[in-house]
């Protein structure tokens, strides 16, 4: 398997008159096969003899009955895979629920509070034993239409239906809103399903193949003047790359073989009307970036992302922040944030000539413990979409041909707060990336001051001694005493109440990092003018005086 990213690319054509009812029964056709698909095979019927009766039954192409199977083998493999994930993150809200439920009882507490707790409790256990008897069985389970619409019919005025029957026709709409065309490199323009051609403006037109069953529509339905607002170039790339070429057979045989590159196409129905989704496999780049001109290290954070680059020796050169609160943002908009912090990153390292390094994150056990978390954060972590951020940077990293080095975020926040923070005078975020950077270059993560300082949120610091490094054992061992040592100070200094307090005065003698004072030294010869003639006192500059 080619290890080159597969882009999705999309756009609203316009069709002509009747060619939207068109789509829709080809949708229509579609679901009813996707969803007969489903059920037989969770029957246990064998997915040859299935083909053979699909192909009569619904009149459809065998390449057409692929596109159905392929698509829904992704949806059930979805599913299992999620699946175990999911039986972890229960098990682990069950306990946070527990804790807090106990920590709930011994306190004087309103009864309404304990009884939710509980009733979520309840729920929590049945939602678990129900996933680990379909994780038993191999049972999956698939709502067409989504559980959210099927659950409306049940509270029809809350959800703005006026009977039944009007929800009724919204579900099956909802059921047969989309439809999937699957593409293979040895066919005709990477897709015999919706065959796509460039046109002498520029634009596309794509050759639709309609199933047998709509043949009173015609065998084909096209649809010109395409343009797609990003990777229109991609598109009309991948399709140049489709020619024959002359292969020997096992025989011995010399015979002509189609190649190239494969497009597969998803129509989406919305309430504006259809759209066109277009996938396609990555040509390949150039890495324009090394790892001996330094590195741009990343530290994801709930709101924001710290940025740090380095030099190929280590040293830090710069640091940025970029706010990133997705929370009460829509869909598209946290979409258009997250993909503008991740183009403006990709820049920096592209001009700089160096690699982009992040971390290993996964966000899934915080988000299981928001039991009792304070209801800020708890919404800041909820909306954080943590992969679809390294999603982000890695597309952007390769379309600008920047290597990306992943790493283990072990340690990287104590790192940056003990070794960096206050010796470069930056946030103790920003010295998490300033490590990440210096982890993916593979330099000494060893302790570099005797005694912490470690700021804090309102400008203060906290101290610690850092303990005796056993030097047979790995340096994370002792980042890992240090970081029980650096919460128990952040304790202490919440519980004595001084995060309330105003920062204390700066000592002249132990000046912060980038702050500002009125030096008294004198420049050197600033006694000259005693010793000049008065010619050589006007050509003086004014700044030794």
């Not at 007969?36 to 246990?44: M, P, R």
């Not at 140049?240 to 002509?256: F, P, Y």
């Not at 915080?366 to 954060?377: G, I, S």
């Amino acid at each position: 398997m080619s290890d080159r990213p597969v882009f999705t690319y999309q756009t609203r054509p316009a069709l002509a008159d009747g060619q939207a009812a068109v789509l829709d029964a080809y949708a229509e056709l579609y679901g009813r096969a996707e969803r007969s698909l489903f059920a037989a095979l969770q029957a246990g019927r064998k997915l040859n003899d299935l083909k053979r009766d699909f192909l009569l039954r619904f009149g459809i192409t065998a390449r057409q009955f692929n596109a159905v199977r392929i698509g829904l083998d992704g949806k059930i493999d979805s599913i299992k895979q999620r699946r175990p994930d999911l039986i972890v993150e229960i098990e682990t809200k069950i306990k946070k629920a527990v804790k807090v439920i106990a920590k709930l009882t011994t306190k004087a507490t309103r009864d309404d509070k304990l009884h939710q707790k509980k009733r979520r409790l309840g729920m929590l256990k049945a939602r678990l034993s129900n996933m680990q008897a379909d994780q038993a069985s191999d049972q999956v389970r698939l709502c067409f239409g989504s559980k959210k619409l099927f659950h409306a019919q049940f509270e029809l005025k809350a959800n703005g239906y006026a009977s039944h029957q009007e929800w009724r026709q919204d579900w099956l709409v909802e059921r047969s809103s989309q439809f999937f065309v699957l593409g293979s490199k040895d066919e005709s323009a990477g897709c015999q399903g919706c065959r796509a051609a460039v046109a002498q403006d520029g634009s596309l037109s794509l050759a639709l193949r309609l199933p047998d069953a709509l043949a009173s529509q015609g065998k084909y339905l096209t649809i010109t003047g395409i343009r797609f607002a990003y990777g229109h170039g991609q598109i009309a790339a991948a399709l140049n790359t489709s020619q024959r070429i002359t292969a020997t057979t096992k025989a011995g045989v010399a015979t002509l073989k189609r190649t190239g590159t494969a497009l597969s196409y998803r129509f989406v129905r919305d309430t504006k009307g259809w759209r066109v989704f277009v996938s396609v496999q990555a040509q390949p780049v150039k890495i324009g970036t090394n790892s001996f001109m330094g590195a741009v290290g990343v530290d994801i954070n709930a709101d924001h992302l710290a940025v740090s680059e380095t030099d190929r020796f280590g040293n830090l050169m710069a640091a940025r922040r970029f706010d990133l609160r997705t929370y009460g943002k829509s869909s598209d908009q946290a979409k258009a944030l997250i993909g503008n912090a991740a183009v403006s990153i990709v820049e920096q390292a592209r001009q700089a000539g160096k690699p982009v390094v992040v971390e290993k994150l996964s966000f899934q056990k915080k988000k299981a413990e928001l039991e009792a978390v304070e209801p800020r954060q708890a919404r800041m972590l909820s909306s954080f979409a943590c992969n679809k951020l390294v999603s982000a940077l890695k597309a952007a990293s390769f379309r600008a041909g920047v290597k990306v080095i992943e790493v283990n975020p072990a340690y990287t926040s104590v790192i940056g707060a003990v070794n960096h923070a206050q010796q470069k005078g930056i946030s103790i975020h920003q010295g998490a990336a300033y490590a990440i950077a210096r982890r993916g270059l593979g330099l000494s993560e060893k302790p570099s001051v005797t005694k912490a300082f470690v700021p804090t949120r309102n400008g203060d610091h906290v101290t610690f001694e850092l303990p005796a490094r056993n030097r047979s054992k790995h340096v994370w061992s002792h980042w890992a005493v240090m970081r029980t040592r650096l919460k128990a100070a952040h304790v202490a200094h919440f519980r004595c109440g001084d995060h309330q307090k105003p920062p204390p005065p700066l000592l002249l003698s132990k000046p912060a990092s980038c702050a500002t004072w009125d030096s008294t030294a004198r420049l050197r010869g600033a006694n000259r003018p005693e010793h000049c003639s008065r010619v050589v006192v006007d050509e003086l500059p004014d700044v030794l005086f």
